[in-house]
């Protein structure tokens, strides 16, 4: 096979990603909108091009050996956004996992590395291809090496070979360089030759072939501002060529051939995706077995007994427990074995035999008897499901781990024993499958396997509470994380009623107002056509309607969502699409999607709480997310009239907290001019914005209150000047000047960030209020990027991680005093800051009197808590 050595210039194209794509970041916190795009752009590289050789060069910093020649080089771009800044260390990341290589040399820029690694390809008659998004590397291009430039961000490219140069620029590879040195590089700060663009260059060089020969021919040239432009700029443009020229001899310590690939592990890609939060990725790369066969084959034997019987005897008092269901949701997956552990003896229990068993009943429901379970929640709902109402837990490894490692992806059985050394129990994976391979093995199989991880889990409960001590966080665990845990597995086991009536005409009306929408396109557009397919809207928009082209695909015009909304302000159609795609999208997803998952028994449906997914500790929910319905728009807003209370005469109920994140800050920073705001039960963006603009009351705008808030809830979140200035459309500049003036106004707020920074390179993590910790390793790196993620991480979740806890300790005490008056008001959701209740009409006026009480008096803070709450016949009323 002939060898083919691909190049890629890692900072053209991270940029080009950067800016292409929205600003994204995954559970973490962790910005991935550059690396996500040029991944989806290097394993389309992968497919197409089949390297055998490959690497991806990087800048290595500010200065390079052309400053020497001209100190103003480069000297008119902007700062590196921080959100870009932190996701050069991932990319690296990444392609180590891939097990591309990557180089950058001090003084020298990517280009130069591509340059002298392409020059001895082309001297081995290699096939080489470069990729970049920068045309000064077009001067490369030969019969060996061809350039494929990005083309309007990075979804496709334009391959440049010498004819096809010859063909689109008039002009050959090497007068790429007399190209530039003429016309000059705004984006380089080349000053080139004023009054000289590319047409104009391209025709002296048709003329003259070379800059030099330009100049002795100078006096032939046409054009008396020409003439005297090249004269009195000659010396410029003789040094734009020397800036523009590569370096294709650069002092770089890799070979061509050294540069092998011979392609990448699928285990280590997958593992880095999961990382990452690129779950629409993850389909592309195989999955691997996460135990070699030569793991398994050192398992040794484990003792226990297969019971067709459950007997008394078989409890000590103190079990590991644990209900296995191969099917991830557990609302509806059955159970395929329940596993006993204590300190004698092993057992599994086959379902039948355990759920028909009065004496397993018994003691599931007995609180005497202690329980160590993996997942408390799960347990819970899947018994009840069962009619057993499960009690005595007081251990969750699932929890336990998670507080303990907050970082880690995985805390399955297996994967936190493989932590503590305890490597003889298999991943599930290797023993049920995967996807649709997915089943039960003979029982035998299925026995061992629960066995070894119920021992796995009985075995470890010291050690790891031990842990919890240590970390002071042993309170945590028990008193909020476990007892919510039961809380929140009775919610999901209540399930919320919808009216399905009532969301199938929801549906019926979104038909309906997209069927009206979809005839006003069609006169707008003057024909009809598929309006959902970007093949036969493109052309409508940009050739039929001459609306300005955004972007090009590899299959046409791109319509996306950020093209159109470029392209407001050009043609009454573009907000018709727009509002046409959100109210598709609520459709499909939310009408469409809410009506699938609706229990055909009981028409409730029963969402999931992730408890033990992010480092802040906030709840997230899914299958379905009931979370994220979207209420932006009115259609949107009218999905929650679906929900409604499970019995005639009840009523929903409805409190979130007001700005509890703002609240916590002013608390943990001391701020006294925050803190007084508050007590003062002042409007805070108010207050800002008069900080921040200098004006009175009376003199904020709602453009000022505005800007005032997104400044607010931005210092929460730890924004930049750049993420600012995309938040409100404004300049960078402008940005960092709302941001000062925030400090200066609230100075104990800038103290705060300043020492919990510190704090953290101290310890290596942050704690909040409730002592739940998040580890930085990262902020003492020597890399820039990687520590400044870290300071900004350091900042916000005290505060981000405080709310979340504030509000578990919320449902916890809600839960109890509900209880405790003997009323029959529940709790149904969490969504962020709120929660929804149902109740009989008849309890409304206990409800207006415990709800704020129990939300506002759950933890002492320096500034009142405060709840609003409402109520009525169905979620939406209680807004």
């Known amino acids: 096979m002939a060898e083919k050595l691909v190049l890629i210039d890692g900072n053209s194209i991270i940029y080009r990603a950067f800016f292409a794509l929205p600003l994204l970041n995954n559970d973490k916190g962790v910005y991935t909108n550059a690396v996500y795009g040029f991944t989806t752009m290097l394993m389309r590289i992968l497919e197409e091009e089949k390297p055998t050789h490959m690497l991806v060069a990087f800048d290595a910093g500010k200065t390079t050996f052309r400053h020497k020649t001209y100190k103003e080089y480069k000297g008119g771009r902007q700062k590196t956004p921080p959100e870009l800044s932190e996701q050069f260390p991932l990319m690296k990341e990444l392609l180590d996992a891939f097990q591309i290589k990557h180089y950058q040399l001090e003084q020298y820029e990517a280009d130069d590395i ?196 459950v007997k008394e005897e078989i409890f000590t008092g103190k079990e590991a427990l644990v209900v296995e269901m191969i099917s991830e949701n557990y609302h509806t997956g059955e159970i395929n074995g329940f596993g006993i552990a204590n300190e004698e003896n092993k057992y599994f229990i086959p379902k039948n035999v355990a759920l028909n068993s009065d004496v397993f009943k018994k003691w599931a429901e007995d609180s005497s008897k202690l329980k160590y379970v993996f997942d408390a929640k799960k347990t819970l709902v899947a018994l009840l499901r069962n009619n057993i109402h499960i009690k005595g837990i007081t251990f969750d490894m699932l929890l336990t781990s998670y507080l303990l490692n907050p970082s880690e992806n995985n805390h399955d059985i297996p994967a936190i024993g493989n932590r503590y050394g305890m490597t003889d129990v298999l991943f599930d994976e290797e023993v049920y499958g995967k996807g649709a391979k997915l089943k039960a093995p003979e029982l035998d199989m299925l026995a061992e396997h629960v066995v070894r991880k119920t021992r796995t889990l009985f075995s470890l409960k010291d050690e790891m509470e031990e842990e919890l001590k240590k970390n002071e966080q042993y309170e945590l665990c028990k008193e909020l994380e476990m007892p919510l845990a039961l809380i929140l597995g009775e919610m999901e086991h209540q399930g919320v009623l919808v009216d399905v009536n009532r969301l199938t005409e929801m549906g019926d009306d979104l038909k309906e107002r997209l069927k009206e929408l979809e005839n006003e396109i069609y006169e707008l557009a003057g024909e009809e056509f598929n309006v959902n397919s970007p093949k036969q809207l493109g052309p409508i928009l940009f050739e039929k309607l001459k609306l300005p082209v955004i972007k090009k695909t590899k299959t046409g015009y791109s319509t996306a969502a950020d093209v159109l909304e470029k392209l407001e302000g050009e043609h009454e159609i573009i907000p018709k699409l727009l509002i046409y795609r959100q109210l598709g999208k609520l459709q499909s997803t939310y009408i469409v999607g809410l009506l699938k998952v609706v229990n055909n028994d009981t028409s409730k449906i029963h969402t999931t709480f992730n408890q ?161 910790r998040r580890y930085l390793p990262e902020i003492t790196s020597r890399n820039f990027n990687l520590r400044s993620f870290a300071e900004r991480t350091a900042m916000n979740t005290p505060i981000q991680g405080s709310a979340a806890d504030i509000i578990k300790k919320a449902m916890i005490d809600l839960d109890g005093k509900l209880k405790e008056e003997k009323l029959k008001a529940r709790m149904l959701l969490q969504v962020h800051d709120e929660l929804i209740l149902e109740a009989p009409k008849g309890e409304i006026d206990k409800l207006k009197e415990i709800v704020p009480a129990m939300m506002e008096g759950t933890f002492d803070l320096t500034v009142p808590l405060k709840v609003d709450y409402a109520f009525g016949d169905s979620w939406f009323d209680a807004k």
């Open 114 to 309: 591509i340059g002298t690694l392409s020059a001895q390809g082309n001297k081995n008659k290699w096939d080489v291809t470069v990729i970049s998004g920068d045309k000064d590397l077009l001067q490369l291009v030969s019969d060996q090496v061809s350039v494929s430039l990005t083309k309007k961000g990075i979804s496709e490219v334009e391959k440049y070979t010498p004819d096809y140069m010859k063909n689109k620029m008039e002009i050959s590879p090497e007068q790429i360089i007399d190209l530039k040195a003429l016309m000059g590089d705004k984006s380089d700060n080349i000053p080139g030759v004023p009054g000289v663009g590319e047409k104009t260059a391209t025709k002296l060089l048709k003329e003259f072939e070379t800059l030099e020969e330009v100049y002795n021919h100078i006096d032939e040239v046409s054009g008396k501002k020409l003439k005297e432009n090249l004269v009195a700029h000659k010396d410029d443009a003789f040094m734009s060529k020397d800036l523009v020229t590569i370096n294709c001899d650069s002092p770089i310590e890799v070979a061509a051939d050294e540069l092998t690939y011979d392609g990448y592990q699928p285990a280590n890609v997958s593992a880095a995706f999961k990382d990452l939060g690129f779950q629409s990725l993850l389909s592309r790369v195989e999955g691997e077995s996460l135990e070699s066969e030569d793991s398994k084959a050192e398992m040794k034997e484990i003792e226990f007994t297969l019971l067709d019987q």
């Open 612 to 772: 033990a997914l992010t480092q802040t500790g906030r709840l997230s929910s899914i299958e379905p997310n009931l979370q994220n319905i979207p209420i932006r728009l009115e259609e949107g807003r009218k999905i929650r009239q679906a929900f409604v209370p499970a019995n005639k005469d009840w009523i929903m109920f409805a409190a979130d907290y007001s700005q509890i994140e703002l609240r916590v800050l002013a608390h943990i920073a001391g701020d006294e001019k925050l803190i007084s705001a508050f007590n003062n039960d002042l409007d805070i963006h108010t207050q800002t914005a008069m900080d921040v603009f200098h004006v009175n009351e009376d003199e904020v705008t709602a453009n000022m209150r505005r800007q005032a808030k997104a400044v607010n809830f931005g210092i929460v979140y730890g924004i930049s000047d750049y993420g600012l200035s995309q938040n409100l459309g404004i300049t960078r500049k402008e940005a960092k000047q709302f941001i000062d003036r925030y400090f200066e106004s609230y100075p104990g707020v800038k103290t705060y960030m300043e020492d919990i920074v510190q704090e953290a390179k101290h310890k290596g993590y942050v704690s909040t209020l409730m002592k739940r």
